[in-house]
């Protein structure tokens, strides 16, 4: 697997120069994705005899953090889909994008991306998926973006990050919860456990979990971010909403179901966001005009079924997700390919526009049927044997489920029969492009992807032996004995999908009627749903930081100066309280005279430094401040300190004067108010640090050095003075620093006083 991802990210490194410096055929850039498809079949003898492989290359071992990887049905099925359908977007790229400027950026994202996915659905080690599943999220904002003159384009890719990146967070805890229950982070050993406590700690992990999967497969009521990224060229779309990132968290849910099912908070949770998911989507696919957006909408129905499916957890469900997931991402990458061959040969997407296109694009035509029937899910193709299931899986549940199932069944029919004949039929119309057929390379990847759609149809048992029954053992947590059939009788699941074809045609036929004053019932509903609310949230928060940078940060040393202050000392001051409480004064000494003296001259100077408007008197009683300090050291017997203390201040004092002389004078900016506020902070800092240094003085956490010093300092360092001693060769490069300081300091007071004397402020 390790070379897997090695031969594509460095595909994705080299694309750059492949188009631009090399300029060598793009569609030559297919062959690695693809035989990386042919080699990831090499694992299907093994997986398809029940047993898995397993391959890990230690990584961050201190947080055991390993690339280790998994592959049984599941994932398999997933890096076939990924690599499979990656390399015809690729080569339908190549043809698509001919001539783009930026098509070298294109195809680096694109192979990034297409390494990321295969990360994440092999990884093994939940912390290194959460590191592919965040990569998923960067690079496919890259990709959503990637027309980023457009303001539009800038916007939504910004959607999309927000939103998947948010739920990835709360999927990483999610994920550190689980490793911490379980005592593992190893998927292979998580899903042979079954999580049974109902408590509030399993719950919390499985709401942190839940929506970074919502999130990221965009369930109700994230739904809106994955139309919006039809922002993005075609083969991005055509890639990201077939079997990649959108399917991501139904991956994950399906990689934890032998685990977490039996949890009814996670099943009630995929129930009711799965059918909410699947209605609305196809609701919202049946009103939209924009082709793209009614395939995007289409998806959003799928990945509603799909989440259903998995809380509908049924044996009938389970073999439905698995082989709707298939079904879905054979036509769906179709049907997302042909049309992108339409906007790119008509100009247009609209389907208000679009008329007689059968005449000129007969090849599009004939694919589009296939692709659309089997989104309708009628015999003999493979779709045909996915709704089946979905119907049988919803008659074994409850009269509610079924009854969305139909409904989203109804539309979903009625749009397919749109996409037929509201593009070809009708007579010929003036477009912003003059119709032509698309090319080779933009055609054979649908062409192969609906001939397996086909193909599985006719002969699902193909599909099964292949495919479906080793991933439908992996998301079942053990071997399932079933048999996939294209006709299974006249039956009650049978009855309802020729009621939803025949319901979903009428739909049809009232589609230009009834389409535009719902569309605008729901343009006004959707003022109250969660996409407005996003955009709410969005401009709060700028409004929010633009408040905050008026009274923070504003500019101003003083304001900064406050904040850092607050924010460093206050969590202190609560640690101090609530922990330490304040140790008193345990100290026997009694100040002498002369202490008190240097104590009273220490507070003078300060006074005096604050209040004084001028600005030598306040660089003298700053200098006052210092030179007690001084004294203060020499008095408690520390003369090198008393020395080191005097030089500094004998240096300070020059640099400010030399430097004060050429500005203006001193100007109060603030009011009497903030000088208060400024007042309080400082005595607040003043306090919470004098209480640190007493209540550190007791505390001793290691032996003392000092008698090591003592018995040293003359043998070791040749000298008496033991202060000294240390400073010059116990912490010799303290001293270095010191010397660097006092140097630096030198040269800067030399400077000062070689400058040519001028006036005290420019003239203007």
Known sequence: MI?????????????????????????????????????????????????????????????????????????????????????????????????????GRFFFWLLLFMAAMLGLVASDNLLALFVFWELTSFTSYMLIGFNHESEKSRKLALQGLFITVGGGLLLMTGFIMLGGLTGTYQLSEIVQMSIHDQSSFVNLMLVFILLGAFTKSAQFPFHFWLPNAMAAPTPVSAFLHSATMVKAGVFIMARLHPTLSEQILWSSAQLWAGAATMLLGAWLAYLSTDLKKVLAYSTLMALGTLTLLLGIGSEYALIGFVSYLLAHSLYKASLFMLVGGIDHSTGTKDLIQLRGLKTSMPVTFGLIIVGALSLAGLPPLFGFIGKELLLEAGLGASSWIISVIVAAAVLVVGVSITLIVKPFFGQPVTLPKTPHESSLAMLIGPAILLVLSVLFGFAPGLAQEGLIQAAVQSVAGSEQAFKLKLWHGVNTALMLSMLS????????????????????????????????????????????????????????????????????????????????????????????????????????????????????????????????????????????????????????????????????????????????????????????????????????????????????????????????????????????????????????????????????????
């Not at 694992?43 to 397993?54: A, F, I, K, Q």
């Not at 391959?55 to 076939?80: K, R, T």
């Not at 025949?502 to 049809?508: E, K, N, R």
Request: hydrophobic share 55%; net charge positive; with cysteine.
């Open 3 to 103: 070379g897997v991802l090695t031969a594509i990210v460095i595909t994705a490194c080299i694309a750059p120069f492949w188009t631009h410096t090399w300029r060598l055929p793009r569609g030559f850039l297919a062959i690695i994705p693809a035989a990386c498809f042919f080699y990831s079949i090499s694992w299907w003898p093994e997986v398809n005899n029940g047993t898995s492989v397993l391959q890990s290359v230690e990584w961050m071992p201190f947080l055991d953090l390993s690339l280790s990887f998994y592959i049984d049905g599941l994932s398999l099925l997933f890096l076939l889909l990924i690599t499979g359908i990656g390399s015809f977007i690729v080569l339908y790229a190549s043809s698509y994008l001919k001539g783009h400027e930026d098509e």
């Open 501 to 764: 074809i025949v319901l979903g045609a009428v739909l049809a036929m009232v589609w230009a009627r009834s389409r535009s004053s719902a569309a605008a019932i729901w343009r006004w509903s959707a003022r109250l749903g969660p996409e407005s609310f996003y955009f709410r949230l969005m401009d709060g928060i700028a409004s929010f930081a633009s408040l905050q940078t008026r009274i923070i940060q504003n500019g101003r040393l003083g304001i900064y100066m406050m904040v850092l202050l607050l924010a460093t000392l206050s969590p202190v001051a609560w640690i101090l309280i609530t922990s330490v409480g304040f140790p008193g004064w345990t100290y026997s000494m009694k100040p002498t005279l002369y202490e008190w003296a240097m104590i009273a001259l220490m507070l003078v100077s300060t006074a005096f430094a604050v209040n004084t408007r001028s600005r030598f008197a306040s660089i003298i009683s700053l200098g006052a401040m210092g030179f007690s300090v001084a004294l203060l050291f020499v008095h408690f017997s520390a003369p090198d300190l008393g020395i080191t203390q005097v030089l500094v201040e004998t240096l300070t004092v020059l640099l400010l004067v030399l430097v004060l002389v050429r500005v203006p004078g001193f100007v109060r900016f603030s009011s009497t108010t903030e000088r208060f506020r400024d007042a309080a902070v400082a005595v607040f800092a003043g306090f919470v640090l004098s209480w640190v240094v007493l209540a550190a003085l007791p505390v001793q956490w290691a032996p003392s050095i000092s008698e090591y010093f003592v018995a040293n300092s003359y043998e070791l360092g040749k000298g008496r003075n033991i202060v000294n001693v240390i400073l010059v060769d116990f912490r010799a490069l303290d001293t270095l620093g010191e010397i660097f300081v006092l140097a630096i300091a030198a040269l800067g007071v030399y400077s000062m006083m070689k400058l040519r004397k001028g006036p005290s402020h420019d003239k203007t």
